[in-house]
């Protein structure tokens, strides 16, 4: 009889305390309320400084992430399993972009056999890379990257034509002038007629088009769509006049062995320009190697974009504490009274603490959806992909709330510090 009445008890305890704490935060929340819209305008001032802030943030961090997926599926588009051998070496440190494709002239046609031999590698596609300015007999012009490869270079980097054919190993054995146009190109050229069969002139030298790519998008800093492609032997020997390489692809059969391939062939490489393995003539690097590269490099931009916008937060946060402490101000006499029939001074400091979050936390709301609404405008308007994650809207809510706690800390301090006969006192 004593545990059963001992259990009632805790019961009756626990729906006292569960009641208590229910009206205790409804009291709260109205009292916030009452107190926030007594001033509208002040408060919708207040809250506009979050609201820019944290808007600027998720537009910032959206468009930074858009990019990055931009980049990251058009480098996988160009394909897969791919290493590319570049001549010059990469300095630590440098990276990929700053290397200078092609300054240094250390690659050659016997490489190529050198890199076949090598087991698990699919294809090699050796290219050279020139820009010319390209004419057409309509009187249209531009300049252009040309590209002189072999047949294998379109299956190695995953193109697609949209009509006509590739070249042959019978343009590349008999320095077929022939050529392959992107869809810029082409369209740049030949802007109401079909490009297949007409005629362009590269560094004044006429050549057939026989193709045209389907649009493959650009891929960080090279540009598919806007490319001329020719037969590897009819650059070398009649538009650039060197044997010299500008790159080497080569497509491994299983990604799993790309890192075992790498080794062979840089060794199998040094061997064959007879140079020191640890300091060759030339830089391997993968798909892999370029997508971190240009991750790192628009992540750092995204970051950067984002504490520029992350200024207009702390300015918000700095027109929180200036209302709060204003409000304390001119509510000083409440806090007296409040005082002086009973209330604590962690309820004070609970009340103001409540008004700062509560601010903090309808800008965060509202930031969310103006950023996210700016996301999708310039998506739409300036073409630009643009990804709204879950992580940066936790992330905006979660620095919207860390500041209504900081700056809202010190005003509510202050009120819950006051004398209560000074504050009933103060006019």
Do not use: C
């Not at 588009?77 to 290397?99: A, D, E, K, Y």
């Not at 249209?140 to 193109?159: D, H, K, M, W």
């Not at 009509?163 to 810029?184: C, I, K, Y």
Request: proline fraction near 3%; charge should be positive.
């Amino acid at each position: 009889m004593v545990k059963l009445y001992q259990t009632v008890k805790i019961i009756r305890g626990g729906k006292l305390l569960v009641n208590y704490l229910s009206m205790h935060f409804s009291d709260i929340f109205q009292e916030t309320y009452l107190a926030l819209s007594a001033n509208k305008v002040r408060s919708t001032l207040t809250i506009l400084g979050i609201v820019i802030g944290i808007a600027s943030v998720i537009a910032m961090v959206s468009i930074g992430q858009g990019a990055q997926n931009a980049i990251q599926s058009s480098i996988e588009g160009l394909g897969s399993n791919i290493l590319t051998i570049m001549p010059g070496f990469i300095q630590p440190g440098r990276g990929i972009v700053s290397s200078g494709r092609g300054s240094a002239q250390t690659l050659a046609n016997e490489d190529i056999k050198v890199l076949q031999a090598i087991n698990g590698v699919q294809y090699v596609s050796p290219e050279v890379s020139r820009r010319f300015q390209i004419s057409a007999v309509s009187g249209n012009n531009t300049n252009s990257t040309v590209i002189g490869a072999t047949p294998e270079y379109f299956i190695v980097r995953n193109l697609a034509l949209a009509e006509g054919s590739f070249f042959t190993d019978s343009h590349e054995r008999s320095m077929g002038r022939v050529a392959v146009l992107g869809p810029t190109v082409a369209q740049d050229l030949f802007p109401d007629i079909n490009a297949v069969g007409k005629t362009i002139r590269i560094n004044k030298i006429n050549f057939k088009i026989i193709g045209v790519l389907e649009t493959k998008g650009s891929a960080g800093f090279f540009n598919p769509d806007d490319t001329v492609y020719t037969p590897l032997s009819t650059m070398q020997k009649i538009l650039a006049g060197s044997d010299s390489l500008s790159a080497i692809a080569v497509s491994v059969k299983d990604k799993d062995r790309m890192p075992e391939v790498q080794g062979e062939a840089a060794i199998m490489l040094a061997a064959k320009h007879r140079v020191d393995p640890e300091s060759p003539d030339f830089s391997i690097v993968s798909q892999a190697d370029i997508l971190g590269t240009l991750t790192q490099v628009t992540t750092t931009f995204t970051m950067f974009l984002a504490s520029i916008a992350g200024i207009s937060l702390v300015v918000g946060g700095i027109g929180i504490m200036n209302m709060m402490l204003t409000t304390v101000t001119e509510r000083t006499r409440e806090i007296g009274l409040r005082k002086a029939i009973g209330a604590k001074r962690r309820d004070i400091s609970r009340q103001f603490l409540a008004e700062a979050i509560m601010l903090t936390f309808l800008g965060g709301v509202i930031g969310v959806f103006l950023g996210w609404v700016i996301a999708v405008a310039v998506s739409s308007i300036a073409g630009i992909a643009t990804s709204v994650s879950l992580s940066a809207v936790l992330l905006a809510f979660g620095v919207s709330a860390a500041i209504g706690i900081v700056f809202g800390y010190y005003p509510a301090r202050r009120a819950a510090g006051l004398n209560p006969i000074e504050a009933l006192r103060y006019e």
